[in-house]
């Protein structure tokens, strides 16, 4: 075996132009998978993230959409059915009319519980002015809607909610990049809700994921939990099932090309070696008649295959990672960001040039068995 690795090694040696060739080829397949596998894996987590980065991932609602009454101890049995939830919180969402003057406007105003909200939404990150509601009657509007009715910190506001009017203090504005969510939400505490419709309760209970592609798996365990509750499951997974095609369209695509690539880099190989044998017949053909195994012949071409790929899959990372590095330099969004924020997985990369190497390996297998099967006889017949 280490005769084979050594004669191989001087085959390489001696052609070197030809060498450098093959590793480029298997450089450029190998940077080619690792630049798409980090951009789809990029654009994924940036458009799951836009999407349901400050939602809910699975959301439990009374399933005549009447108020859950024991909301707390839902809950918390929601908390003990999966150690996937990072948070879970209730909500109080009732529809109703903001009016100054003679001006009106439509809003959900939203009763939270801004400790644990305010891990899904980021209210505290998202607001331009003022400040959280913390007392009831206190309340945080969308930009637009400042801007709709000419609205100021500090300023009282009536709103009517299924037929009552409250008046309600304005004590921040914030900005959640959703054109339709600042014109329609106002957000307060949960209590302010109650206190308005005179009813303890809250109209579902929201929560985030550790994992949200585990989604759907944790709204069957709920559902067969409270079903007999009155209560359902709604899931991002459901809601947004044509996002989840086009993610597994990307990566359809990207496994393609990737496929793609490899299949050229085995057939690249393949023939470079195979001619290289025909090449070195004479070197075979000495070397057999010296006494070397056919199986050691077949060996020399199996370990070119290998330090190829070696020295590819190396390459490849590192041309790989300078590709990723120069996209998320030079093509930038306006403010600076990287138009699609590449995802740099290790495990991903260390698979790529594992792949790069075993297809090496395999490439040299058809140039190997015709090593091993050329005799001396040949070789003088041919020469």
Do not use: C
Request: hydrophobic share 45%; charged share 15%; aromatic share 8%.
């Amino acid at each position: 075996m280490k005769l084979a690795f050594q004669i191989a090694w001087r085959f390489l040696m001696s052609a070197k132009r030809q060498t450098l060739v093959i590793i480029l080829g298997i450089s450029v397949g190998v940077s080619v998978q690792v630049f798409i596998g980090s951009l789809i894996s990029g654009l994924q987590n940036s458009l799951v993230d836009t999407t349901i980065g400050s939602s809910s991932h699975v959301s439990v609602v009374d399933q005549e959409g009447a108020l859950i009454s024991n909301y707390t101890s839902v809950q918390q049995n929601m908390e003990t059915q999966s150690d996937l939830f990072s948070v879970t919180t209730p909500v109080f969402d009732l529809p109703g009319i903001l009016e100054k003057d003679e001006d009106k406007t439509e809003i959900l105003y939203r009763g939270l519980v801004f400790d644990s909200a305010n891990q899904i939404y980021k209210f505290d990150e998202k607001l331009v002015s003022g400040r959280l509601p913390q007392a009831n009657y206190e309340v945080a509007l969308g930009i637009a809607i400042k801007e709709e009715l000419n609205l100021n910190l500090g300023d009282t506001i009536a709103i009517e909610i299924i037929g009552q009017m409250k008046t309600l203090t304005i004590v921040g504005f914030f900005d959640l990049s959703v054109a339709q969510l600042n014109r329609s939400w106002g957000v307060g505490t949960i209590e302010t809700m109650q206190d308005i419709t005179g009813q303890v309760g809250a109209t579902k209970i929201e929560s985030q994921l550790l994992k949200p592609f585990e989604a759907e798996n944790v709204s069957l365990i709920l559902d067969s939990t409270f079903s007999n509750q009155g209560l359902k499951t709604l899931n991002w997974m459901v809601e947004n099932e044509s996002l989840l095609s086009g993610l597994q369209g990307q990566s359809i695509s990207s496994l393609m090309i990737q496929i793609f690539v490899i299949i050229s880099v085995v057939l690249g190989i393949s023939s470079t070696l195979a001619i290289t044998v025909m090449q070195k017949s004479r070197q075979i053909g000495i070397m057999k008649a010296m006494g070397i195994k056919d199986r050691d012949a077949s060996f020399v071409f199996l370990s070119e295959g290998f330090i190829l790929g070696i020295f590819g899959a190396i390459g490849g990372v590192l041309l790989g990672l300078g590709l990723s590095y120069a996209f998320t330099t030079f093509a930038l969004n306006a403010d600076g960001t990287p138009v699609v924020p590449l995802f740099i997985d290790p495990g991903f990369i260390a698979l790529s040039g594992g792949i790069a190497l075993i297809a090496s390996t395999i490439a040299a297998l058809t140039p190997a068995i015709k090593s091993s099967k050329l005799t001396v006889i040949e070789v003088i017949r041919n020469a």
